[in-house]
Every structure is written in structure tokens, then in C-alpha cells.
């Protein structure tokens, strides 16, 4: 009985680290900044604008409800959709800081941060390709 839980634990676990591995967080290939989680969730959360070497950083994200962004949010964030759009509605409110941009698609995210320095972007890791370049994965 001990075998069966055993190999059960160990192929959920295999599982759950293949389906929380699909998320890329990319930049353009120019950006030399050093990105950690720490300061991906900063980006994302709005405490941060810009990266370690002093460019702007200005975070892209796909629409709501679509499953990369679900899981970023639920991975890199430790929140879910209203916890996020809550969140973000109390910094519009007080003037502190502006929203992560929207992409209608991943393959936008991908044209988008492939041509603009300062964006960082949240993508399916299938979606990836060299005109990006990795600084993260979830």
C-alpha cells in the first residue's frame, strides 16, 4: 500500500511541476537588468517601475480569464483574478500607480516586448521564440 501512495505522490507531483513550469516571463533580448521572482512580482504588483539598470520596466499581461495569466497570477503572485483586480483598484484609486498594460494575445506579448525594451511580459512557454528573451518561469 505504502508503493501505491508512494508512486501516486510522485506522478502528481511530476504533474503539478510540468503544469506550473508553462509560464514564461520575458524581456527583449537587450535587456541586461538581472530579474529575479522577487522583483518580477514587484513589477507586476506595481512597486516597482524599473529594472536594475535603471530602464523602465512596464509590465504586459494577457486578458482576463486567459489561463497563462490565471496561473501567473495564482504562481508569481499568490493571487487569483479579483484578488488582482481588487488590488490594482485600490493603487488606481490613491494615484499610486498605473496597471499592468494588456496584450489581446500571447503572440501580441510576443510582437510587443520582441520591439520595446521596457516591457515585460507574461507568456505560455510554447508561445516562445528567439525575438525574446527568458528572465523567468512559473
Request: proline share 4%.
Amino acid at each position: 500500500m505504502k508503493t501505491i501512495a508512494y508512486y501516486t505522490t510522485a506522478f502528481l507531483f511530476t504533474l503539478s511541476t510540468y503544469v506550473y513550469a508553462d509560464i514564461a516571463v520575458i524581456v527583449h533580448p537587450n535587456n541586461t537588468a538581472n530579474i529575479n521572482a522577487s522583483e518580477i512580482a514587484k513589477i507586476f504588483l506595481g512597486k516597482k517601475t524599473r529594472f536594475d539598470n535603471l530602464s523602465k520596466a512596464i509590465p504586459l499581461l494577457p486578458p482576463i480569464g486567459n489561463q497563462t495569466r490565471i496561473n501567473f497570477l495564482k504562481y508569481a503572485l499568490s493571487k487569483n483574478e479579483t484578488q488582482y483586480s481588487s488590488y490594482w483598484s485600490r493603487l488606481i484609486f490613491t494615484g499610486k500607480a498605473s496597471p499592468p498594460l494588456e496584450a489581446a494575445t500571447e503572440e501580441g506579448i510576443i510582437n510587443m516586448v520582441s520591439k520595446n525594451e521596457h516591457l515585460i511580459g507574461v507568456v505560455d512557454t510554447s508561445y516562445i521564440n528567439e525575438s525574446v528573451k527568458v528572465v523567468g518561469t512559473y
